[in-house]
């Protein structure tokens, strides 16, 4: 299935760092928020997220899909820490490249104005649901997407995250199961 963006778009420069820029909100569609699973190839939220955009535009009466595409970094804490774990030098290098693959990937994936929106945030779960908010608002996305994590501290990221932007931004949440074959609490031993 391929689609179209038409909205805020973040685009790798030169220096390999990423740039935000605005078109304008437009009314429905969906935002995909990437947390560890870059994936576009059998990605669950992806495939959700498309088709769901689709439903909002025709309940809508406009034609095209509206997908945007976001990863937000958290910065590091008052004491140094990162909120889930110390991340070295190497691996905010293979991040950075990750995301640029991933960046590129969406252009050939999606069409050429798809580009992944990176942001960052301070380390509390608030600056998370209000940068999420702020770039679902910036596109015009009504509802937000987002891979399963399965980590305690991840697991209450989005809870709090789900709930913020249910109750402060007025925005609908869905995750999905993306990173393993079954769910942990669906298998019985």
């Not at 899909?65 to 937000?72: E, I, L, R, S």
């Not at 596109?139 to 697991?155: A, D, N, Q, T, W």
């Not at 709090?160 to 669906?186: C, I, N, V, W, Y």
């Amino acid at each position: 299935m391929r689609a179209t963006t038409r909205s805020t778009r973040a685009a790798v420069d030169s220096a390999g760092s990423m740039a935000t820029g605005a078109k304008g909100a437009r009314g429905g569609g969906v935002l995909v928020w990437f947390r560890r699973d870059l994936r576009l190839h059998d990605n669950e939220t992806i495939h959700q997220a498309a088709v769901r955009a689709k439903q909002l535009q025709l309940q809508a009466g406009h034609v095209g899909t509206n997908v945007d595409f976001c990863y937000v970094h958290r910065r590091e804490g008052p004491n140094g820490e990162p909120w889930h774990r110390r991340q070295g030098g190497a691996s905010l290098a293979f991040l950075g490249a990750s995301l640029r693959a991933l960046d590129a990937r969406l252009c050939e994936t999606w069409g050429q104005g798809s580009k992944l929106i990176y942001r960052e945030c301070e380390d509390d779960d608030d600056s998370l649901a209000s940068t999420l908010a702020e770039i679902a608002q910036a596109c015009g996305s009504s509802e937000v997407f987002f891979g399963r994590g399965y980590e305690p501290k991840l697991r209450e990221e989005e809870r709090h995250a789900q709930m913020q932007l249910s109750k402060a931004h007025g925005l609908r949440s869905k995750s999905f199961a993306t990173f393993l074959l079954h769910e942990p609490d669906k298998i019985a031993i």
